[in-house]
């Protein structure tokens, strides 16, 4: 797994116990189904119980964005899939400047991960 300290994203990992009676799930499978428990008009029912597993990914992508004064910011395109912005003059895609560079040395011109920490 990665931690995110070589600047390439990260990914995080989650284990959920799931604990649900059955008669909530009539067609469901579970690994182990623990005693019988009576409904409410006293038919049987089991409290079945399962796991799951959520993998998240966190990958830097570099993006066109569409920043209207009237609406909402709107994805164009993907650019890259990476940490860098690098020209794309091709015979594809030119680039097309409107108004000046950013000059601030604050701006951040590349995206990583090295600052987050593992929980």
Request: with cysteine; hydrophobic share 35%.
């Given at each position: 797994m990665r931690s995110g300290q070589d600047g390439k994203g990260f990914i995080t990992m989650?284990?959920?116990?799931?604990?649900?009676?059955?008669?909530?799930?009539?067609?469901?499978?579970?690994?182990?189904?623990?005693?019988?428990?009576?409904d409410k008009d006293g038919f049987a029912t089991f409290i079945g119980y399962d796991a799951a597993v959520c993998l998240e990914l966190y990958e830097p992508w570099v993006l066109e964005v569409y920043n209207s004064s009237v609406g909402f910011p709107s994805s164009m395109r993907i650019v890259d899939n990476g940490t860098e912005i690098k020209d794309m003059n091709t015979e594809k895609i030119k680039e097309k400047r409107l108004g000046k560079p950013v000059s601030n040395p604050l701006v951040k011109r590349a995206l990583n991960s090295t600052n987050m920490t593992a929980a």
């Amino acid at each position: 797994m990665r931690s995110g300290q070589d600047g390439k994203g990260f990914i995080t990992m989650e284990n959920i116990l799931v604990r649900l009676n059955t008669s909530f799930a009539p067609n469901g499978t579970f690994g182990i189904k623990g005693d019988s428990v009576p409904d409410k008009d006293g038919f049987a029912t089991f409290i079945g119980y399962d796991a799951a597993v959520c993998l998240e990914l966190y990958e830097p992508w570099v993006l066109e964005v569409y920043n209207s004064s009237v609406g909402f910011p709107s994805s164009m395109r993907i650019v890259d899939n990476g940490t860098e912005i690098k020209d794309m003059n091709t015979e594809k895609i030119k680039e097309k400047r409107l108004g000046k560079p950013v000059s601030n040395p604050l701006v951040k011109r590349a995206l990583n991960s090295t600052n987050m920490t593992a929980a």
